[in-house]
């Protein structure tokens, strides 16, 4: 006999106390590293999905107007126009294989998520993957994305902006695929990457905030919140941001107020990130209040006034701002945290909006129940599977396949496709590899800042190690209940 997740077995129930469901909070900040604020004397902020958060509705118009220039720039065909933006068909952190034309989830480990891998806008089934690699569900070391995320033959999406590029990648190659068109990969690619581009850098998305900032931009109101107890309990504040000074300052307006620029020390516009951090050639150019370029040689970098490129180590050279004295708060994980953490000591702060959603999900009885069953499926595998007389090997059988069931279930509870951006079945993705390894706290928002005291210290959980915990038993919600070892459930088959 095999107890399903809807059997009416009342120890299941037992195994989630009253108001576990609740015990998540998505408003809060979670610590990988510990950290005390009243340590902290500078903040610094990313502006786009940081200062800024962004409706979705944006994604939608990038991706009507990169399909466009696919087909009146770049001559591809016109049906691809039939195709509009699928909200919720990807999510950030996977990878695409090129030369493969697969979009997919990798894990921490550099395996495959089976039943995550995308050619087009269609599932490739898991023996294909399977073949594809050789033989195997592992991605070698040299094939994976290098340090900001672009490998030789793999890419690795990050940014929330990239949400309708991959949807406009796989829409293409599912055009293609259906009406038997044979395509080049790497050229389709860079074309698809090139009209992406080109829809941020000539200034086509920023008019579109422009034009309608209540409709695009969100929180503005909890923004000006959070800067303005900052500069009140005495920290210095600047911002260094890619995005051009006349959409900055507009949006700064329409949240902060006008007078945006008191609150900050300095202000740094098209800062060419990543590189700002590692390349030491650019110098600062000044701007004045119209944003028009000055020529003057940068010795010093003025309170409220507005720069431009730059690099990090004049920066440092002129401030002193240097080590975990400094908190700064980016969206990118390659881009905004990667090289300030692991190059120069700073602390940092990844704001990962997709934290609220996934969270009120994790909350859910479904969720939580189905994550129980799992585990203690999991448990009884493991202890029963010296038993190999025939009756028991078809009962771990059983047993194999409905935990896959209930992990396949457990996945569509956040995305049809991908699943989770923190975690595979099982293990934690490769986004959430990098997001350990270059944040030292991570939240959904700017906001949740005004959840904690200036002073606070942000202590990580003990997270045990394998041979810390004992044998099967998972940590769930907070880490102060984990599944027992049922040892009335070792009758069941």
């Given at each position: 006999?095999?107890?399903?997740?809807?059997?009416?077995?009342?120890?299941?129930?037992?195994?989630?106390?009253?108001?576990?469901?609740?015990?998540?909070?998505?408003?809060?900040?979670?610590?990988?590293?510990?950290?005390?604020?009243?340590?902290?004397?500078?903040?610094?902020?990313?502006?786009?999905?940081?200062?800024?958060?962004?409706?979705?509705?944006?994604?939608?118009?990038?991706?009507?107007?990169?399909?466009?220039?696919?087909?009146?720039?770049?001559?591809?065909?016109?049906?691809?126009?039939?195709?509009?933006?699928?909200?919720?068909?990807?999510?950030?952190?996977?990878?695409?294989?090129?030369?493969?034309?697969?979009?997919?989830?990798?894990?921490?480990?550099?395996?495959v998520q089976l039943g995550t891998a995308y050619r087009g806008l269609k599932p490739v089934p898991d023996e294909e993957v399977i073949e594809l690699y050789g033989g195997t569900q592992h991605i070698p070391l040299y094939q994976m994305s290098d340090f900001y995320g672009k490998g030789p033959s793999l890419k690795q999406f990050m940014?929330?902006?990239?949400?309708?590029?991959?949807?406009?990648?796989?829409?293409?190659?599912?055009?293609?695929?259906?009406?038997?068109?044979?395509?080049?990969?790497?050229?389709?690619?860079?074309?698809?990457?090139?009209?992406?581009?080109?829809?941020?850098?000539?200034?086509?998305?920023?008019?579109?905030?422009?034009?309608?900032?209540?409709?695009?931009?969100?929180?503005?109101?909890?923004?000006?919140?959070?800067?303005?107890?900052?500069?009140?309990?005495?920290?210095?504040?600047?911002?260094?941001?890619?995005?051009?000074?006349?959409?900055?300052?507009?949006?700064?307006?329409?949240?902060?107020?006008?007078?945006?620029?008191?609150?900050?020390?300095?202000?740094?516009?098209?800062?060419?990130?990543?590189?700002?951090?590692?390349?030491?050639?650019?110098?600062?150019?000044?701007?004045?209040?119209?944003?028009?370029?000055?020529?003057?040689?940068?010795?010093?970098?003025?309170?409220?006034?507005?720069?431009?490129?730059?690099?990090?180590?004049?920066?440092?050279?002129?401030?002193?701002?240097?080590?975990?004295?400094?908190?700064?708060?980016?969206?990118?994980?390659?881009?905004?945290?990667?090289?300030?953490?692991?190059?120069?000591?700073?602390?940092?702060?990844?704001?990962?909006?997709?934290?609220?959603?996934?969270?009120?999900?994790?909350?859910?009885?479904?969720?939580?129940?189905?994550?129980?069953?799992?585990?203690?499926?999991?448990?009884?595998?493991?202890?029963?599977?010296?038993?190999?007389?025939?009756?028991?090997?078809?009962?771990?059988?059983?047993?194999?396949?409905?935990?896959?069931?209930?992990?396949?279930?457990?996945?569509?509870?956040?995305?049809?496709?991908?699943?989770?951006?923190?975690?595979?079945?099982?293990?934690?993705?490769?986004?959430?590899?990098?997001?350990?390894?270059?944040?030292?706290?991570?939240?959904?928002?700017?906001?949740?800042?005004?959840?904690?005291?200036?002073?606070?210290?942000?202590?990580?959980?003990?997270?045990?190690?394998?041979?810390?915990?004992?044998?099967?038993?998972?940590?769930?919600?907070?880490?102060?209940?984990?599944?027992?070892?049922?040892?009335?459930?070792?009758?069941?088959?």
């Amino acid at each position: 006999m095999v107890i399903s997740l809807t059997s009416p077995f009342p120890f299941l129930l037992d195994l989630l106390p009253p108001g576990v469901c609740n015990l998540l909070n998505p408003a809060a900040i979670y610590a990988n590293n510990e950290i005390s604020l009243g340590d902290v004397e500078i903040y610094g902020f990313d502006y786009d999905y940081t200062l800024a958060q962004y409706s979705n509705l944006l994604h939608s118009m990038i991706f009507n107007t990169a399909r466009d220039i696919l087909i009146e720039q770049f001559k591809y065909p016109e049906g691809l126009g039939k195709y509009d933006y699928i909200p919720g068909f990807a999510i950030r952190g996977l990878h695409y294989d090129v030369q493969k034309s697969l979009l997919m989830k990798i894990d921490a480990f550099h395996y495959v998520q089976l039943g995550t891998a995308y050619r087009g806008l269609k599932p490739v089934p898991d023996e294909e993957v399977i073949e594809l690699y050789g033989g195997t569900q592992h991605i070698p070391l040299y094939q994976m994305s290098d340090f900001y995320g672009k490998g030789p033959s793999l890419k690795q999406f990050m940014d929330i902006f990239s949400l309708p590029e991959m949807t406009l990648l796989s829409s293409v190659i599912d055009y293609f695929i259906t009406h038997g068109i044979e395509f080049d990969q790497v050229h389709l690619y860079k074309d698809i990457s090139d009209a992406i581009r080109d829809v941020h850098v000539k200034g086509v998305m920023y008019k579109w905030i422009e034009k309608d900032m209540e409709q695009y931009i969100l929180h503005g109101d909890e923004i000006y919140a959070v800067l303005n107890r900052l500069v009140n309990h005495k920290k210095k504040l600047f911002l260094i941001t890619n995005s051009p000074f006349s959409f900055v300052d507009k949006g700064m307006k329409h949240m902060v107020g006008k007078n945006w620029r008191d609150l900050f020390d300095m202000v740094i516009v098209q800062a060419d990130k990543p590189n700002f951090f590692t390349d030491r050639r650019k110098p600062f150019r000044k701007l004045d209040d119209k944003g028009s370029l000055q020529w003057d040689k940068i010795n010093q970098l003025e309170k409220g006034k507005i720069y431009k490129e730059g690099n990090l180590f004049d920066f440092l050279r002129l401030t002193g701002w240097r080590g975990s004295k400094v908190l700064y708060f980016g969206d990118h994980l390659y881009s905004d945290l990667a090289d300030l953490m692991l190059r120069h000591g700073w602390r940092t702060g990844a704001i990962v909006p997709e934290l609220e959603t996934e969270i009120r999900i994790i909350n859910t009885e479904q969720y939580m129940h189905s994550l129980t069953w799992q585990q203690a499926l999991t448990g009884l595998l493991e202890r029963m599977q010296m038993y190999q007389d025939a009756e028991s090997k078809q009962v771990l059988l059983e047993w194999m396949k409905e935990r896959q069931e209930i992990r396949s279930l457990t996945k569509n509870l956040f995305n049809p496709q991908f699943g989770s951006i923190f975690r595979t079945f099982h293990n934690p993705t490769y986004f959430s590899r990098r997001l350990v390894r270059f944040s030292d706290i991570y939240m959904a928002s700017i906001s949740c800042l005004l959840n904690y005291d200036v002073n606070f210290t942000f202590y990580p959980r003990r997270t045990p190690l394998q041979h810390e915990a004992p044998l099967w038993m998972d940590q769930l919600c907070t880490g102060c209940m984990k599944t027992p070892f049922l040892e009335e459930m070792v009758h069941i088959r």
